[in-house]
């Protein structure tokens, strides 16, 4: 596998991980009201989806080869999500006073 190939798919890893964050951010929000059974069915079909999409994409990508700094940018990018989505929030508190 060549460097640009391997450049694609730890991109498309950190992209996956962006996704991957806000896509259980609404999930979550989806599935706040139902009972405990259906919560639990649905992450797990939800988890196990995500995790086939993100295979398919690699296999496409690069025939398949998983290599451990994948999943770090995986989670770089999931990190990256949670961060931003949190100091989006701060900065929506701040802002009213800003404007004053």
Not at 4 to 24: E, H, K, N, P
Not at 69 to 88: E, I, Q, R
Request: proline content about 1%.
């Amino acid at each position: 596998m060549d460097v640009l190939i391997q450049l694609f798919s730890i991109i498309l890893s950190f992209v996956y991980g962006i996704f991957l964050t806000c896509a259980f951010y609404g999930h979550f929000m989806v599935i706040r009201r139902l009972n405990i059974y259906w919560k639990s069915f649905l992450s797990v079909l939800f988890s196990l989806d995500s995790i086939m999409l993100y295979i398919y994409l690699i296999y496409v990508l690069n025939e398949g080869f998983i290599h451990l700094y994948f999943f770090f940018a995986l989670v770089l990018g999931s990190f990256f999500t949670f961060f931003c989505h949190k100091n989006v929030k701060l900065l929506k508190k701040l802002l009213p006073f800003l404007k004053k």
